[in-house]
């Protein structure tokens, strides 16, 4: 604990990065001149870095780019895995895993170890991978790399060591799971096929062993040829040698005949006493034309022949259908019996596999669904219905349905918010599900005891904006709001028009929502915001609409004598709930009130519409287009429901609407919130000179440029998925960077609009791309009656401090440290009955002139972020108590104050991929980790913070992942986690009886063991494969101290007070080496000397 003490004598306090006495942090930046009342600051400053650390905890929505799927079915386990090499585990609700290989190939096939707790991966790089289960946190346990051949197909009998892997060259090869290595024992495809046979026969396409004799492996190679391999007698049973080339293989359960799927649409069943040809061939989706021929139909992936007990045999396959019809969706198709069900899909199918009773292949298999693996969805087909409903999905894996555009978290949310949103979103659920229960059923999972209520909103390009139930690492969809119902379906345009419209005009770019009193703020794409109320009843209402034009001529400059003699604070406008057009006060603006050019992008439903109970739109306001140019887009916005006001800033100004009046209260330029006190002096000046300049502008022309605001395509476009890059040159002119100064951030809240101040009163802070702070006083009527009929008033702005790089975020703590809530109004039903004898009145948190004096009246801190500072300012005397220079190289993308521990600090993310903690008010840093190597668009558009250490971003366009920065949370995480494994019996095999054993084969007695162990097999070449141990013993011990070096070098940055301990812990973490290493030679060793002895013989 650090107890901080500053004492304010009236001069411009320094700092440990000693630029606030820079000359632009001087009187042109707000510092104060005249000195305030001397104070005491006392803050106990609890953070600090041991309280950090970055792990990820769970990832949810569906997995990117799938390739593979595996299934337990005695554990009930679901596996899919990825192009970029993730894996993801899913079990019951709660129980979702989800690892990632070190090399980030595409996984290709995944083979659980049944009912064993383990998962072999095979990848791209052609390696083998041993993922232990029986952890919360999977890890590999060993590795196997081929160097020679290519990895094609892989099989793992019931209850077997030995793993079957097929390879491109045509050869199979035999993998000890246990030790993971190579047998000795190969199949070599000259072998296999007849010696007379001079083609290749391509790549290994399928390996299953035979259910009446496990020592027959059935080898399917491409090119359409099989072989059943007799393990023992090391020679072939027997060769088909088909015409088409072979998709998969199929066995019937009784090993007598199994089925193949080819290229050419066609199924082929095979009988064992006869194999010189098919007894069967079938074309399911092929008819016969006029001229006697077959249609040509698409290949047939996978088929999968399942017998039932007391029906006919299931024939489930993907693809077949005839070439000619076009546009047909992907389907899967199902034969039972003579019925034949075709179910078609939204997306194409990337792998389906039969969910049986049970897990021997030469039972009866008695399958009872079947999942389905599509490109961007996972649904599971109920088998024991004749319709085939398909189950109702428990994960979320529907957060891609349109694409997301903005993402929000809140956290600690009221305890009443989730069951409301919940029981409205329940009346719209779709209909028609299977009602049995969701098959994927394994693993165990518990309510943790440190939970505490979550949502996650995310905005879609569609308009549409989902809540989501994040509690206790999970995620449900709770509610579901469509903002394009409040307006007008989109005519076509013409012209430029067409080519400067929107693909998805209604795409949310960012919300805004208060929780405790349910207002909700939607900003779109087509320059429109949205005002919602929650109402437990529907209603019906026209929705108002306000045009605001906030348009500034590039060419104009304005200099302060130009500002002084046109002023811009407007009056408060008309209460008419009419469209209401509001101009900036901009002197060299030629565009008339009246041009036909003034319409918005969008049209606003004019009608009386009826609402179902929910969220209601109440209010839209527009910019407006411009002299044949479209409105630029919204880049800031705040709400404040004790007010009733809402602000909204863009690349040109900045706009306050009073949303119970209904009416515009201020519409100004950037220029002209300065008025005469503008910080640059703008004048129209080459940018040599501004280059060359030495003065208080030093720090805007190194380092801070505009952003680039100019309008572009909606966020799903894939410039903006793939791009992201901000122009950071200096020979930027300055012109341009001075005539496009952005409103980047605004914050409602009590604060002193000037220095002599006593009392605190309702402010609006503004933050701009240059790093200029504005603060606009205003004055709000308390009384109700007042407040509905009274206008808003606002004071002349005055500038409080500069900062490098646009301006980020706004957040106030008290002068014990503490974070002062935001005033607010709480929630009553717009809708709800009239009572006459209570009457309904506005109730407000933190906004009355008591509460004011008991938070504010001592002053109070402003937090300040930027993309490249952070600012600690003590008002009302705007002196600058702390100043943090966060990073030189890089900016800031996010940052926001979150409360932590009982505790506050400001969290930032970089776009170099760091995320930073800084502690409050002192600002010295806490943790700084290199998470993301590399940061994209859609990482830059959804990250963000929340309370409790916790923050969250798209990985990817289907997936959001959670991630803690708080060292109590990942102490915690193991018992958060979901147990993938839990100790079930095997079920015993059915007694087949004594004829069937007799006539059947001898399987049980087959003995791999003795067939591919060292001692009959030999060992297989070394260069053939290596293996590459998991990370446990002398590894395990050097990742340990090189945990231990990071976490001295992170206390190290963090508390420079214990700088002489360090030298000291790095001594003793090079002996723990030193130790660690000896440690595994002599266990080495001790290992060769007993290497050969028998267990009796230890």
Known sequence: MKKFRKVLDGLTTSSPGGTIGSPSSGSAAGTPTSAPTPKEIDVQETLVSENFQLCKTVRHGFPYQPTALAFDPVQKILAVGSRTGGIRILGRPGVDCYCQHESGAAVLQLQFLINEGALVTACADDTLHLWNLRQRRPAVLHSLKFNRERITFCHLPFMSKWLYVGTERGNTHIVNIESFVLSGYVIMWNKAIELATK????????????????????????????VQWDLRGKKADFRIYYDEAIHSVSWHHEGKQFMCSHSDGSLSMWNLRNTTKPFQVTFPHGKIQKDGRKESCKPILKVEFKTSRNSEPFVIFSGGLSYDKAGRRPTLTIMHGKAITVLEMDHPIV???ALCETPYNNEVQEPYAVVVLLEKDLIVVDLTQSNFPVFENPYPMDIHESPVTCTAYFADCPPDIIPILYSMGAKHKKTGYSHKEWPVAGGLWTLG???????????????????????????????????????????????????????????????????????????????????????????????VSLEVRLQCETEDMVTPSESENHPCFSEAGSRSPQAHHQHPASPGSATPEGNRDSVPCIKVKDRMVRVPPGYQAELVIQLLWADGEPPQQITSLDINSAYGLLALGNCNGLAVVDYLQKTILLCASTLDLYGAADPY??????????????????????????????????????????SFSRSRSSSVCSIDRDTKEAVTTLQFGESYGRKGDAMPTPCLWVGTSLGVVLLIPMSIPTDQEERMDEPVTIGPSGTVLMLKGSVLRFSFLDCTGALIQSPHEVWRDPNAPEDPERPRRRKLVNFSPSSSQDNCGEGHLAVVCSEKQAKVVLMPSQSCLFVHNITESSFVLRADVVSLCSSVCLACFCANGHVMTLSLPSLRPLMDVNYLPLTDMRIARTFCFTNGGQALYLSSPTEIQRITYSQEMCDNLQEMLGELFTPIETPEAQNRGFLKGFFGGNSHNFDREELFGEASAGKASRSLAQHIPGQVGMEGMKVAASGVMGDLARARVALDERGQRLGELEDRTALMMTSAETFSKHAHELMLKCKDKKWYQL
């Not at 290994?204 to 059935?218: F, N, R």
């Not at 720090?699 to 793939?722: A, G, H």
Request: proline share 6%; glycine share 6%.
């Open 199 to 226: 083609t290749h026969p391509g790549p290994v396409v399928h390996l299953s062993d035979s259910p009446k004799d496990e020592g027959k492996l059935l080898i399917g190679f491409e090119s359409g040829t099989i």
């Open 449 to 543: 005891s440190n939970t505490y209520p979550e949502i996650i909103l995310t905005g879609h390009a569609d308009g549409s904006i989902k809540f989501w139930d994040a509690s206790a690492i999970t995620l449900q969809m709770l509610y579901k709001l469509k903002t394009s119902k409040a307006f007008e379906k989109p005519k076509p345009a013409e012209g430029r028009a067409a080519e400067m419209v929107e693909e998805d005009p209604f795409a949310v770019q960012m919300v805004s929502w208060c929780p405790h009193s349910r207002i909700f703020c939607v900003v779109g794409i087509s320059a429109h915001i949205i005002l919602y109320r929650f109402s437990k009843y529907e209603a019906n209402a026209q929705i």
């Open 351 to 353: 792998e389906f596999m």
């Open 681 to 722: 002096q703008r004048l129209t000046r080459s940018p040599r000179r501004n280059r060359q300049s030495t003065s208080g502008l030093t720090e805007l022309s190194d380092n801070q440029q505009s952003v680039d605001m100019e309008r572009s395509k909606s966020p799903t476009s894939e410039s903006r998925e793939n």
